[in-house]
């Protein structure tokens, strides 16, 4: 019996891993830089925060791009300029000896600017969230802390507007 007790506790920590999700990559310059904390509160719980990436297509609707974790050391994405990027952080919550879990998530449209970078701060602490993000202007000298947008702010692009 105490075997089959540490073979599901082992077998569970494996399961997140093979969640099917992609991981996002890409060739782009790095435009963004996001730093996480992320803290459950309990020694016999955990949190896991991560990024998904869906790209804008004219219409509005979204394509899932990828997903990139957040646990660990800050990350360097590239993400295209000019245009609108769909940014999804996800905070997963679970206990060790129990089977409560949860799930939380922030999200914003996000129309980086071609030569400006962006510090995203993303943090999980005593079953709170806080998302920030600051635009870096070319050189450093100037950052603006960017407000959330909904997808629904999302305007179409036209056809005849593409021509």
């Known amino acids: 019996m105490r075997n089959h007790l540490i073979t599901l506790i082992l077998a569970a920590g494996f399961i997140p891993g093979c969640s099917g ?58 993400i295209p300029t000019g245009r609108s990027s769909y940014l ?3 905070f997963e919550s679970s206990g060790f000896l129990s089977s409560t879990s949860g799930s939380t998530s922030y999200d914003t449209l996000l129309r980086p600017r071609r030569g400006y970078q962006y510090d995203i701060k993303v943090s999980y602490k005593e079953n709170l969230y806080n998302v920030v993000i600051n635009e870096i202007a070319p050189g450093g000298k100037k950052r603006r802390e960017l407000e959330s947008k909904e997808l629904a702010a999302c305007r179409p692009i036209s056809p005849a507007a593409k021509k």
Request: proline residues 5%; glycine residues 6%.
């Open 88 to 90: 999804v952080f996800v």
């Open 21 to 78: 999700l992609k991981t996002y990559s890409s060739d782009l310059d790095n435009n963004l830089r996001i730093s996480s904390e992320t803290e459950s509160g309990s020694m016999f719980s955990s949190v896991n925060a991560e990024l998904d990436i869906h790209r804008i297509k004219p219409d509005c609707s979204t394509e899932y791009a990828g997903t990139v974790e957040l646990d660990g050391p800050p990350v360097d994405v590239g």
